[in-house]
């Protein structure tokens, strides 16, 4: 691992300055056992890819955000702290991990956290990217609760650096799609770092997240204007990640949306007919999302096997409250 050339550059600050330059994006942090007077320390920040990010060190054998700092800052993300050089013990929570050069740990900022020296005469030198809650979330499949350490596996981690310093050190002139892409790829690692290696474990955390993007459907199926590539940014996937969840369930989103269109279709026209209000058979299709009334008729005659104002729903419906009446009794 290895330092981007702008942060070899970067001025040495004294202690209430580096501290007010890392609170700007990270929070309040304290450096110990040193005396301020001694302290030297370096932050840079960068974006990568819209992504907020930082190299930093200092002097100090032990660097802190107490739970205090966190309750104040109120922060609310992940972050990814890559060892580039020395090591560290990183503890938060009841949780302590080793890193070493090459190692990388996810974070909790809105946790206290520790990081301890392991080597008092080499200090640490950390690059941090920060990842929003909800999408390290969706990506993984559940919520970390306390610092993690990428699996031994240190060439994910040097590849997750490199993209970001290669970010920094590069023409600004990258199309925003570009970037959309990168974000993915940065996501895409950590989810190779982070996600459980134990198949059963993996199976479990996916089916939470597709209950998770159901649900976010079955909010949204009647606006007519919702799109996978927006139910995919609100779960903060990717869209082929999200295709990716229903085609391995046999499947696709949109045949998903169309369903429960369906479904609701089904239960207003069924409420109509019992409650004789005479309800445009348009109205209802458009409260279920559905702009073309022929295209609804359609897709209705081919779920249910009859038309949706016809006889045999009227059938149909009567034939389910029958049914029902009998089961209270």
Same mark, same amino acid.
């Given at each position: 691992?290895?330092?981007? +050339?702008?942060?070899?550059?970067?001025?040495?600050?004294?202690?209430? *300055?580096?501290?007010?330059? !890392?609170? $700007?994006?990270?929070?309040?942090?304290?450096?110990?056992?040193?005396?301020?007077?001694?302290?030297?320390?370096?932050?840079?920040?960068?974006? *990568?890819?819209?992504?907020?990010?930082?190299?930093?060190?200092?002097?100090?054998?032990?660097?802190?955000?107490?739970?205090?700092?966190?309750?104040?800052?109120?922060?609310?993300?992940?972050?990814?702290?890559?060892?580039?050089?020395?090591?560290?013990?990183?503890?938060?929570?009841?949780?302590?991990?080793?890193?070493?050069?090459?190692?990388?740990?996810?974070?909790?900022?809105?946790?206290?956290?520790? =990081?301890?020296?392991?080597? $008092?005469?080499?200090?640490?030198?950390?690059?941090?990217?920060?990842?929003?809650?909800?999408?390290?979330?969706?990506?993984?499949?559940?919520?970390?609760?306390?610092?993690?350490?990428?699996?031994?596996?240190?060439?994910?981690?040097?590849?997750?650096?490199?993209?970001?310093?290669?970010?920094?050190?590069?023409?600004?002139?990258?199309?925003?799609?570009?970037?959309? =892409?990168?974000?993915?790829?940065? =996501?895409?690692?950590?989810?190779?770092?982070?996600?459980?290696?134990?198949?059963?474990?993996?199976? !479990?955390?996916?089916? $939470?997240?597709?209950?998770? *993007?159901?649900?976010?459907?079955?909010?949204?199926?009647?606006?007519? +204007?919702?799109?996978?590539?927006?139910?995919?940014?609100?779960?903060?996937?990717? !869209?082929?990640? !999200?295709?990716?969840?229903?085609?391995?369930?046999?499947?696709?989103?949109?045949?998903?949306?169309?369903?429960?269109?369906?479904?609701?279709?089904?239960?207003?026209?069924?409420?109509?007919?019992?409650?004789?209000?005479?309800?445009?058979?348009?109205?209802?299709?458009?409260?279920?999302?559905?702009?073309?009334?022929?295209?609804?008729?359609?897709?209705?005659?081919?779920?249910?096997?009859?038309?949706?104002?016809?006889?045999?729903?009227?059938?149909?419906?009567? +034939?389910?409250?029958?049914?029902?009446?009998?089961?209270?009794?």
């Amino acid at each position: 691992m290895h330092p981007s +050339d702008d942060f070899l550059d970067a001025p040495e600050l004294d202690y209430d *300055v580096w501290r007010d330059v !890392l609170r $700007k994006d990270w929070g309040w942090h304290s450096a110990t056992d040193i005396e301020q007077g001694a302290f030297t320390g370096r932050v840079r920040p960068h974006d *990568v890819h819209g992504f907020v990010a930082m190299d930093f060190t200092c002097n100090a054998c032990r660097v802190e955000r107490t739970e205090r700092d966190a309750r104040l800052d109120d922060l609310e993300h992940y972050y990814i702290a890559i060892q580039v050089a020395g090591g560290s013990v990183v503890a938060q929570d009841d949780r302590i991990v080793k890193l070493g050069a090459g190692d990388v740990a996810l974070i909790d900022s809105a946790k206290p956290v520790t =990081y301890a020296a392991e080597d $008092k005469q080499q200090y640490g030198q950390w690059f941090c990217l920060q990842l929003p809650r909800r999408s390290v979330i969706s990506h993984l499949g559940f919520e970390p609760r306390h610092v993690s350490c990428g699996r031994p596996e240190t060439r994910i981690g040097r590849l997750l650096y490199q993209l970001a310093l290669d970010a920094i050190n590069e023409d600004r002139s990258m199309p925003a799609q570009a970037h959309a =892409y990168m974000r993915l790829a940065v =996501y895409d690692l950590l989810g190779a770092l982070f996600s459980p290696s134990d198949p059963i474990a993996a199976s !479990l955390q996916t089916d $939470k997240l597709f209950t998770r *993007v159901c649900d976010i459907i079955k909010a949204r199926f009647a606006d007519p +204007d919702i799109t996978p590539g927006q139910i995919a940014a609100e779960a903060g996937i990717s !869209l082929r990640y !999200l295709q990716k969840l229903f085609t391995s369930r046999g499947s696709t989103c949109s045949r998903y949306v169309h369903a429960l269109r369906l479904d609701y279709a089904a239960e207003l026209l069924k409420r109509r007919t019992h409650l004789k209000t005479g309800q445009p058979l348009s109205l209802i299709a458009y409260a279920c999302g559905f702009r073309d009334y022929t295209y609804f008729a359609r897709g209705f005659r081919r779920r249910f096997g009859y038309a949706p104002g016809g006889a045999e729903f009227r059938t149909a419906s009567d +034939d389910s409250a029958r049914l029902a009446g009998e089961d209270k009794r």
